[in-house]
């Protein structure tokens, strides 16, 4: 941090870097008026209730747009498997979710067989989730992308375990999300649709 700052013409010795660390503390502190329409509060973001639109042009009957709503079906299917993570570990304990049984039946729940990698998503999610939910400063649905990471991860887990027992239904859960992906493909990438195009996608005002 200290070479950071020295690198752009500051001075860059351990105090400096304190200094600045402490000023940039007091400045996201002070930051808790939530005066902002974007802002949304942490339990919003499990299901992409604020999404940041970063572009929008109108042009006739055509309108460009370029927005942080990711796919619906990913982003919500990852929140739900966090929630199912959570509330497993809560219904068996961590001490059954530990003990994982390599040799469950393939019929047998899925924390019973993947429950140790289950709990590191967990806490990875809950470490970078954490800060938010106690913290008063103005939070952006963008904060929740390191919580993200460890959900889609979690969920691709949870699918690849289906796929493993049934494949139709594993393979059914792919298309779909990639059939959505192509249907949202225009909102992420700024490409020409129409008004009535625009609404399908987002239905929500909250959404626009």
Not at 90 to 99: E, I, K, M, P, Y
Not at 181 to 201: I, K, M
Request: aromatic share 12%; net charge positive.
């Amino acid at each position: 941090w200290a070479i950071g700052l020295g690198i752009t013409g500051r001075p860059g010795d351990p105090w400096s870097a304190l200094q600045e660390t402490r000023r940039l503390v007091a400045h996201h502190a002070a930051l808790t008026k939530m005066d902002n329409d974007l802002t949304s509060s942490w339990p919003t973001w499990l299901f992409a209730y604020r999404p940041i639109v970063l572009f929008l042009r109108g042009d006739g009957e055509s309108v460009r747009m370029v927005t942080s709503l990711g796919n619906p079906l990913v982003w919500i299917g990852s929140s739900v498997a966090m929630i199912g993570t959570f509330a497993a570990l809560l219904w068996n304990g961590a001490r059954a979710t530990l003990a994982e049984d390599a040799e469950a039946p393939a019929g047998g729940a899925y924390w019973a067989t993947q429950g140790r990698g289950s709990l590191v998503l967990l806490l990875g999610w809950l470490s970078f989730l954490a800060p938010w939910m106690l913290s008063r400063r103005d939070p952006y649905i963008y904060h929740y992308l390191p919580c993200y990471f460890f959900a889609v991860v979690s969920l691709g887990s949870m699918v690849a375990w289906v796929a493993e027992r049934r494949r139709a239904l594993g393979l059914l859960g792919v298309v779909l999300a990639l059939v959505v992906s192509g249907f949202y493909a225009p909102v992420w990438g700024q490409l020409q649709v129409t008004h009535a195009g625009l609404e399908a996608r987002l239905p929500f005002p909250r959404w626009r």
